[in-house]
């Protein structure tokens, strides 16, 4: 499996899940929500990045410290954000974890694919 053409594919498949999934929060209900779920999806595209970097560092020799160092606290930037969003905007919290699972159907989506076609 080529990991550059599997993210690629993966960032296709949230792009794709995001849109859907804010427009059926925007009409089930309203913009709060939408937003809260978008910027759910933007926490879980930025989680998927982060471990992307990692993979790629540890797949070379010489593997840069920050790099590894920037994997390592991900979640806790991640979570300290959505803390902070979800305290300071109110959002509320079905949309905003839905939009944390965009990454997670968009690989699960992927690899189905990739067992099927591939």
Same mark, same amino acid.
């Given at each position: ?8 594919? =993966?960032? %296709? &498949?949230? $792009?794709? $899940? ?6 059926? &929060? *925007? ?21 998927? &990045?982060?471990?992307? !970097?990692? =993979?790629?560092? =540890? ?5 840069? /410290?920050? %790099? ?6 991900? *979640? ?15 959002? /509320? !919290? /079905? /949309?905003?974890?839905?939009?944390? *699972? ?8 992927? =690899?189905? %694919? ?5």
């Amino acid at each position: 499996m080529n990991l550059e053409r599997f993210t690629a594919n =993966v960032t %296709r &498949w949230k $792009l794709g $899940l995001a849109a859907a999934g804010a427009l059926a &929060w *925007l009409v089930a209900a309203g913009t709060l929500h939408a937003l809260a779920f978008c910027a759910g999806a933007v926490a879980s595209g930025a989680s998927f &990045w982060f471990l992307t !970097q990692l =993979v790629k560092g =540890v797949g070379h020799e010489k593997a840069h /410290p920050a %790099r590894a160092a920037l994997g390592a606290v991900r *979640l806790a930037v991640i979570g300290y954000l959505l803390f902070v969003i979800m305290e300071n905007y109110r959002l /509320p !919290q /079905p /949309p905003l974890v839905t939009g944390l *699972l965009v990454a997670l159907a968009a690989i699960s989506i992927e =690899v189905i %694919r990739e067992h099927f076609y591939a």
